[in-house]
């Protein structure tokens, strides 16, 4: 088991940037899949990206690249957002999947989520 907690949200400027961090207890995030979700209102949640610790592999959603990047630290895994737009407002969600499988973009694919974080881009 592993609990996930979001923090870094808030309110920006489009144009401006935001990191988020999603820090892990009860075991180490080695052992998992890390992945970042979204969902804004009335929208399904969708991937953002993630991560697999084995081989450093990233996936990446089209909205995503060139602007988002993951890192981690620890027990700690990051969202870097830079170049924000409107578009970006939403929940963001991390979630956990066992390390044996591969990044998924499904979030039905994932084990475990935190509450989220919400991310405001006001134009």
């Known amino acids: 088991q592993v609990q996930l907690v979001e923090s870094g949200g808030g309110l920006v400027q489009v144009g401006g940037s935001l990191r988020l961090s999603c820090t892990a207890s009860?075991?180490?995030?080695?052992?998992?899949?890390m992945a970042w979700f979204r969902q804004a209102p009335g929208k399904e949640r969708e991937f953002v990206i993630g991560i697999n610790w084995i081989d450093g592999r990233t996936n990446y959603a089209n909205s995503a690249k060139g602007r988002f990047t993951i890192s981690g630290a620890k027990n700690t895994v990051y969202l870097q957002m830079n170049n924000l737009k409107p578009e970006d407002t939403a929940i963001y969600y991390c979630?956990?999947?066992?390390?044996?499988?591969?990044?998924?973009?499904?979030?039905?694919?994932?084990?475990?989520w935190g509450q989220g974080t919400q991310v405001t881009v006001s134009s």
């Open positions: 009860g075991r180490t995030l080695s052992n998992y899949i």
């Open positions: 979630a956990a999947r066992n390390r044996f499988y591969a990044i998924d973009i499904t979030p039905e694919a994932y084990e475990y």
